[in-house]
């Protein structure tokens, strides 16, 4: 497979993939296809932009027509598709922008490289992206397995449970070649200040208050961005077509305890007293529909294809504020204009 589709790849977990892609395999050309919404944002490919396998096209993927001559023009033979509208809060506010993304354009995408394609499917491969947040919410105990029935809640997590499901159908029923992963939540560089870790560092720097949903007590098992990317990149080349991969890091913070680490570290490295910020912590009303727990049993990809993460939270934690620190320009690039009209109307209003 030489030619290959990113969609997505402008976003937080695109660009980690993306950069992946084009410095470890020189010789595929990597597409990344890109609508640049609010999430997308080429800044964060800024160091492997002139890289001679990489070429952006900004294309909407709901757009069969655009995405059918990308697909003839590039010769494309393989899709990792990531391209979405992934914010839950978002979703809550507007579910039909999240059906159009995530249902149509995922539905989009597989009618082109099925009808692109034709009956040869020989080394071609669609790799659907997914989340974990489609199996539902857990109590206390237990973890989601692939084979966890899908329970989806939010309007988020109904789009991309239902993307999944076209996905498995077109597998079902013409043979296309599919393989998809679940993944936890992921934290990093590049990500956008509306999700909470990135969102409540630059708060802190920046002595606002941090809007705690309901109690605090809510749990998410957080896996490092990078180890995404390398479990994608596992994936790609060696999941089995048909199956379903799920990927987490064995993780899991309560929501107010992985704040006080956030606290704890942007205070150190801003060298503030200990402590300083944990006045910051506001509590405010809780998200509609808000799942208790999230929980990845990856064993699976680790006995299958070897892969597990690289990283130690602590560690991961320290390395994305040290960067969101020392990228004040990237941070401040994302939060002017529209991201001040969204702050306000999602907390300030
Ligand atoms: P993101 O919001 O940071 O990026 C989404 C990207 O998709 C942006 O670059 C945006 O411009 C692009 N996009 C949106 N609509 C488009 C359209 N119509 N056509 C073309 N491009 C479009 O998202 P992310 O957090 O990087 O997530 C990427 C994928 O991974 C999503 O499918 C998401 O469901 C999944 N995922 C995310 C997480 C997480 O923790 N962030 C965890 C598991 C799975
Ligand atoms: O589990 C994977 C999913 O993780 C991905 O599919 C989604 O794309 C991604 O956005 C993420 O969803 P969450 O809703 O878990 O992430 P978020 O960062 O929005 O919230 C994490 C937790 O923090 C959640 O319990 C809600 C809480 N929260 C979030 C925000 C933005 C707050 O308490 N206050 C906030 O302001």
Known sequence: MKNIVVTGGAGFIGSHVVRLFVNNYPDYNIINLDLLTYAGNLENLKDIEGKPNYTFVKADICDYDTVACIFSKYKIDAVIHLAAESHVDRSIKDPFSFART?????????????????????????????????????????????????????????????????????????????????????????????????????????????PVYGKGDNVRDWLFVNDHARAINVIFHEGKLGDTYNIGGFNEWKNIDLIRVLIKTVDKLLGREEGTSEKLITYVADRAGHDYRYAIDSSKLKNELGWEPSLQFEEGIEKTVKWYLENEDWVQHVTSGAYQKYYQQMYEE
């Open 102 to 210: 995530n249902v149509m354009g995922t539905l989009t995408l597989l009618q082109v490289a099925k009808n692109y394609w034709g009956d040869n499917f020989e080394n071609k491969l669609f790799y659907h992206v997914s989340t974990d947040e489609v199996y539902g919410s857990l109590g206390d105990e237990g973890f989601f397995l692939e084979t966890t029935a899908y329970d989806p809640h939010s309007p988020y997590s109904a789009s991309k449970a239902s993307s999944d499901h076209f996905v498995r159908a077109f597998y079902d029923t013409y043979g296309l070649p599919v393989v998809i992963s679940n993944c936890s939540n992921n934290y990093g560089s590049y990500q956008f200040p509306e999700k909470l870790i990135p969102l409540f560092i630059n708060n802190i720097c920046n002595n606002k208050p941090l």
